[in-house]
């Protein structure tokens, strides 16, 4: 990877397109994990339903 310019606000670089597919795939998998981690807290601070509250639940949907 290559430094081409910089900026205060902005680094434009030159990599290879492997590199990059390769970024991109790491940036895809840290949003994925991101999601997951949200979804943990929000199931660990909803409360718990009952059998029929959570049948009902899936049926509405």
């Known amino acids: ?7 205060k606000t902005t ?3 030159r990599m290879s397109n492997r590199r ?3 970024l991109m795939n790491l ?3 840290y949003r ?4 997951i981690v949200h979804s943990l807290q929000q199931i660990e601070d909803a409360p718990a ?5 959570a049948i009902a639940t899936l049926r509405a949907l």
């Open 49 to 53: 339903l009952s059998k029929d509250e």
């Open 20 to 22: 990059w597919n390769r």
């Open 1 to 7: 990877m290559c430094v081409i310019e910089q900026t």
């Open 11 to 13: 680094t434009t670089v």
């Open 27 to 29: 940036d895809k998998a």
């Open 32 to 35: 994925l994990a991101q999601t």
